[in-house]
């Protein structure tokens, strides 16, 4: 089985930064890509940013050129930098592992991210 677990979430303020952490356990082998996806009250879960195992990147329009996913392959850990953060982007972040084999995501319980005027 793979695990997830996501870290970091809290409360910021408009214009400030904020990292989150995604860390992987179990049967890591499995995971092809990964990614940090939030969701709003009352709206669905959307990708924010996306990694594969080749390290190519892919994210949501709507913080792009402001957040970066970045992984540590000997701390089984996917990174998202949140840059000048807007009220906008608050919601629970959640982390989710690709498996192809699988056809399916592992994800983490998800962690909340609050940013006040």
């Known amino acids: 089985q793979v695990h997830v677990v996501e870290s970091g979430g809290g409360l910021v303020q408009a214009g400030g930064s904020h990292r989150l952490s995604c860390a992987a356990s179990?049967?890591?082998?499995?995971?092809?890509?990964a990614g940090w996806y939030r969701q709003k009250v009352g709206d669905q879960r959307e990708l924010v940013a996306g990694?594969?195992?080749?390290?190519?990147?892919i994210y949501g329009d709507s913080v792009k050129g402001r957040f970066t996913i970045s992984r540590d392959k000997a701390e089984n850990t996917v990174y998202l930098q949140m840059n000048k953060l807007n009220p906008d982007d608050t919601g629970v972040y959640f982390c989710?592992?690709?498996?192809?084999?699988?056809?399916?995501?592992?994800w983490g319980q998800g962690t909340q991210v609050t940013v006040s005027e």
């Open positions: 990694i594969t195992n080749s390290d190519k990147t």
């Open positions: 179990g049967d890591i082998s499995r995971i092809t890509n």
């Open positions: 989710g592992a690709w498996m192809a084999t699988e056809s399916r995501y592992a």
